[in-house]
């Protein structure tokens, strides 16, 4: 199944987006999800992971402004996003093990 994510945008520095990411099928619930981003140009890098108990980490770059979290019986991630930064600008894909890579969204911080 493929993941699709939405909720990107064009935010100004220091604000807020919430990302939204939904799967198909019945595989969701077992799943480690996480949140990837790549910048124009980089290779792509974890952002954040939620296991299946809920529990969470996350990159030291979002650490402090960014939650992710989970709804088992929508097959839906989400990744809260505050205090957003210039280089927090990207394409963000979720993964999961059983899943293929999305078309991601995108997400641009500039004022």
């Known amino acids: 199944a ?3 994510e939405s909720g ?7 604000g807020s987006l919430r990302l939204s ?12 999800m996480s949140w990837y981003r790549q ?8 952002v954040a992971n939620i296991d299946n108990d809920g529990s969470t980490s996350y990159a030291t770059p979002v650490k402090g402004r ?8 929508k097959n839906t991630v989400y990744l809260q ?22 078309q991601g969204t995108q997400v641009t911080v500039s004022s």
């Open 81 to 102: 996003m505050n205090f957003l930064k210039p280089d927090d600008t990207g394409v963000y894909y979720c993964k999961g093990i059983d899943y293929v890579w999305g």
């Open 2 to 4: 493929q993941p699709v």
């Open 8 to 14: 990107g945008g064009l935010v100004q520095p220091g």
């Open 21 to 32: 990411c939904t799967v198909s099928g019945s595989l969701f619930s077992r799943n480690l």
């Open 39 to 46: 910048a124009a140009g980089k290779q792509r890098e974890w």
């Open 66 to 73: 960014f939650s992710i979290s989970r709804d088992n019986a």
